[in-house]
């Protein structure tokens, strides 16, 4: 079983809807969750990042921890056809020592 | 602030054949990781420095896969033989610290034929 398990997708919707992306992981060590965005032919960039569970909002990104169940997500409001890209669930553990441990990316496309 | 630079961009080597990557961080940044992506995989770290330090390598193929980060700033890593398991992006981030933001280049995209 991979540590970290996301749906590669593709997920089409039509721009303007709310899209949601989700990722489960095993490992209950993990305490620092990230979501990256990476366009066609570019490095991955970071979009968000919280820390243990709760919420956390970022103009028309929400990302939500529930740790109790080992999983994550994305929303993202008012999609936009520039929202169209590979998203990457990311997450680490709590010492310096630990590496990040990236999902396989889900492909996102939004229709004009 | 200009961003994190690799070169080169493509390249397409037959099995068995070496090759070299070069990555140049974002100034002032020491920590500097290597990553190897797969074709619908996320990025897998290979070797991570501090300065000029090896930090973690514990997944970088030792008997093939070497990188070095001479004078704490450019690294190069390398390849020799190449296999034909070893086509995907490389990717090198960096970031001011251990547990600070990575900032990811655009990658060096490999096809081993």
């Known amino acids: 079983q991979k540590e970290v398990e996301q749906d590669p997708g593709p997920l089409s919707v039509p721009e303007g809807a709310i899209v949601s992306l989700n990722c489960t992981y095993s490992n209950s060590a993990f305490q620092y969750f990230m979501w990256y965005r990476q366009y066609s032919r570019k490095g991955p960039e970071l979009l968000m990042y919280?820390?243990?569970?709760g919420n956390k909002e970022d103009g028309r990104f929400t990302a939500q921890v529930d740790k109790s169940s080992k999983y994550i997500s994305l929303f993202i409001r008012d999609s936009q056809p520039s929202d169209s890209a590979t998203y990457l669930c990311a997450m680490r553990g709590g010492s310096s020592a630990s590496k990040i441990i990236f999902g396989s990316g889900t492909r996102l496309s939004i229709r004009p | 602030e200009a961003g994190v630079a690799q070169s080169p961009r493509y390249k397409i080597i037959e099995k068995r054949q070496s090759v070299a990557f070069w990555c140049n961080p974002i100034?002032?940044?020491?920590?500097l990781y290597w990553y190897q992506q797969i074709l619908g995989q996320g990025p897998k770290l290979l070797i991570q420095?501090?300065?000029?330090?090896?930090?973690?390598d514990s997944q970088l193929p030792k008997d093939r896969f070497s990188a070095e980060r001479l004078k704490g700033v450019d690294s190069t890593l390398k390849i020799q033989p190449a296999k034909l398991e070893d086509s995907a992006v490389y990717l090198c981030a960096s970031s001011s610290g251990v547990q600070e933001t990575q900032y990811f280049g655009p990658g060096t995209r490999l096809l081993v034929l």
């Open positions: 100034s002032g940044h020491a920590t």
């Open positions: 420095f501090q300065n000029n330090g090896v930090v973690d």
């Open positions: 919280t820390y243990s569970s």
